[in-house]
């Protein structure tokens, strides 16, 4: 009985580790429309594992261009926007990294605009962004 319990605890605690270290989604307003953006786990893991002792897999000039062809999908005045912030996340329990680029624009919105989002992963491909909230 003690085994069978103990198998258990194992398969659960490796179902939440799992679940928990998934990339995560940021929400954003745009123009007053609530958006999603993600990365799905297996784009992050099938791509270039980085050593940190090592040159970046993607430059951040790189990631910022392909994040900015996403933006252009959403904006129409996209060289108005700069990039606020890079950000090089890894991956829980893994090798594995991907970015995360926040862009502002230099003009007021008449709506609410808190900015964008775009994932990419250390390959140079985006992940999603879609209309939606967080629950």
């Not at 605890?9 to 929400?27: E, K």
């Not at 007053?32 to 050593?51: C, P």
């Not at 904006?75 to 594995?96: A, I, K, N, S």
Request: charged content about 20%; glycine content about 6%; overall charge neutral.
């Amino acid at each position: 009985m003690l085994v069978v319990v103990l198998l258990v605890l194992a398969v659960v605690t490796v179902y939440a580790q799992v679940v928990i270290y998934l990339p995560h989604t940021m929400s954003f307003m745009l123009d007053g429309t609530s958006y999603l953006a993600s990365i799905k786990r297996e784009a992050v893991t099938s791509g270039h594992v980085w050593d940190t002792s090592k040159p970046l897999p993607l430059s951040f000039a790189k990631a910022e261009q392909v994040a900015r062809a996403e933006l252009r999908k959403m904006v129409r005045d996209e060289p108005g926007w700069y990039v606020q912030r890079f950000q090089l996340c890894r991956l829980g329990h893994t090798e594995q990294w991907y970015y995360s680029v926040e862009f502002m624009d230099s003009k007021k919105h008449e709506e609410p605009t808190t900015g964008v989002f775009v994932f990419v992963d250390a390959s140079g491909k985006a992940g999603s962004i879609k209309e939606g909230r967080l629950e």
